[in-house]
């Protein structure tokens, strides 16, 4: 059965703090995606990763970085998180089809 | 550019009733169109696909159909039930690497 995991379901920081979102699929899939989905906003890309150490930013990259050093493993990283970044976060990996993960809850206080 | 853009929510329906979710899209070329559903609580799920004009995808119920000369692609069920209950979300398939382009989401609420 296909799987995309995602490190956490609920997340409270700080604001200023640096905050890692880790997601993990078992596919051997090449194409990885982070979105963030606001109400009325619909799924928005964020950084996306053809291969190992590569990156392209998406739609909305600005204070989100990304890290992929396996191909099975790819990090959204929030450098000093801000209110506004308060979210849902779905991670996604590609192969016929798009998989996606339950999604992290992040509220920045 | 490209976009896809959904019939806005919420709507509430009651059990057994005729569903009808708007979809249409603004593309260069040939899009593959998708309907995926995110239950509470869960990620978004895949629930039907059409690769080219005129194709009709289905599932659990479910129906749209690629209108390439009115830029369509409206999710219907014939009579829902409360588990149909959800976020349904267009999206559109471009370029390259599975990049997907999502509408707004429209939430489903059907009541017994």
């Known amino acids: 059965d296909v799987k995309v995991t995602q490190s956490s379901r609920y997340l409270v920081k700080r604001t200023g703090e640096k905050v890692f979102l880790e997601c993990v699929q078992d596919?051997?899939?090449?194409?990885m995606f982070w979105y963030r989905q606001d109400p009325g906003l619909g799924l928005r890309l964020i950084y996306f990763?053809?291969?190992?150490?590569?990156?392209e930013k998406g739609d909305i990259p600005e204070g989100y970085s990304v890290s992929r050093e396996k191909k099975e493993r790819f990090s959204l990283i929030l450098e000093s998180a801000s209110t506004n970044q308060t979210s849902m976060y779905l991670c996604?990996?590609?192969?016929?089809?798009?998989?996606f993960g339950p999604g992290t809850r992040l509220t920045v206080t | 550019g490209n976009s896809v853009t959904q019939m806005e929510g919420p709507v509430t329906l009651s059990e057994e009733a005729f569903l009808t979710i708007n979809c249409t899209y603004t593309a260069t070329g040939y899009p593959s169109l998708f309907w995926y559903v995110q239950y509470p609580g869960e990620g978004l799920q895949l629930l039907l696909k059409?690769?080219?004009?005129?194709d009709k995808g289905s599932n659990k119920g479910f129906e749209a159909t690629y209108r390439k000369e009115t830029t369509s692609f409206h999710l219907e069920k014939g009579s829902v039930q409360v588990s149909d209950s959800a976020v349904y979300f267009c999206a559109l398939y471009y370029n390259q690497g599975g990049k997907l382009i999502f509408g707004q989401g429209t939430e489903l609420s059907v009541k017994p």
């Open positions: 059409a690769t080219k004009a005129d």
């Open positions: 990763s053809y291969d190992v150490k590569m990156k």
């Open positions: 596919m051997d899939h090449e194409n």
């Open positions: 996604a990996s590609t192969g016929y089809e798009q998989y």
